[in-house]
């Protein structure tokens, strides 16, 4: 079976937007999951956070980083599989002031899922806070949270354009401005996930952020995807991928992200070296 493109356009320079037919992923979907791609038969399976659902397709952000991405941004039509959706997706509840941040491609994707569900949800008053690099890489404004937050900021992290610096200057201020935050939600890079969580631990507020873990199964059986929540060993795809960030152990959870640095860029190299065919890269 293979899961059709509907749609494929660019968000900027690296991040692109793909809508892919999957109605049993789509009906099933809740803001926070993810599925598990696969380009083809033989090929790895990568995980990806759904940005939203709609008439029995599902649209993600994707970043051009390795093998598989450039290969998909490179001209696939389908995809060999599409599986989930994964993991648990957060409560959509009457929550109060929900504030949502994110700096990096899936974080955007997962920020949209969250503010388009909560939003809907009477007594909730939704702000989100995006970062992007700098001004030439905000994506397009109907791919932001901008229509869906009730307050929207965005960040750049050399200034050029809102706050200068990642979400957590923007938190921090609306903080100091006695801004009463019932909840946070979540997701991006790594090392502003660890500096956030301690300002959340110091004001005592409730949060989930997405731990990006390597995943290679994404249904629990590798164990490559752990990680220690309170000195407890947790596997982020069946686990989380959400997690209280005050209990998350960052420091062990970013040494294991970067684990097969080596492989990818073996076979980033080896697939530049090849596209366009030699027919031994389609394996
Ligand atoms: C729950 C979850 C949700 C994600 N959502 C998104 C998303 O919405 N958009 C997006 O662009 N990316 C997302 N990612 C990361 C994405 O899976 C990787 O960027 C992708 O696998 C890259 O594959 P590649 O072959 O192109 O690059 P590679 O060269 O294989 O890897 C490039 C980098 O991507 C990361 N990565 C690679 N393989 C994995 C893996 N199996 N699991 C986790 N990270 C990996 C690593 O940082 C690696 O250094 C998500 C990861 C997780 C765990
Ligand atoms: S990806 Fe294998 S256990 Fe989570």
Known sequence: MSFKITKMIDLDSIDFLVDVEAPEVAERFHPGQFVMLMTRKEGERIPMSIMKVNDGK?????????????????????????????????????????????????????????CE??????????????????????????????????????????????????????????????????????????????AVSTILAINNIDNLFTTRQMMVDGSGMCGSCRLYIDGEMKLSCVDGPMFDSRKVNWTRAMKRYGMFKKEEKIADEYYEAHKGGCGQCQK
């Open 58 to 114: 599902i649209s993600m952000y994707i970043r051009k980083l390795g093998k598989t991405s450039k290969e998909l941004r490179d001209g696939i039509t389908s995809f060999e599989n599409v599986i989930g959706p994964l993991g648990h997706g957060i409560e959509e509840k009457k929550y109060g002031t929900v504030v949502v941040v994110s700096d990096a491609v899936c974080g955007h994707a997962e920020n949209y899922a969250i």
């Open 117 to 194: 569900a909560l939003g809907k949800i009477e007594g909730n008053n939704i702000i989100s806070i995006q970062t992007f690099p700098s001004k030439k890489e905000i994506y397009p404004d109907e791919y932001l949270t901008k229509k869906i937050a009730h307050r929207h900021f965005i960040t750049t992290e050399d200034g050029s354009f809102g706050d200068k610096g990642s979400y957590v200057t923007t938190l921090k201020r609306l903080l100091d401005n006695d801004v009463k935050i019932d909840y946070v939600f979540g997701g991006g890079k790594l090392p502003t996930m660890k």
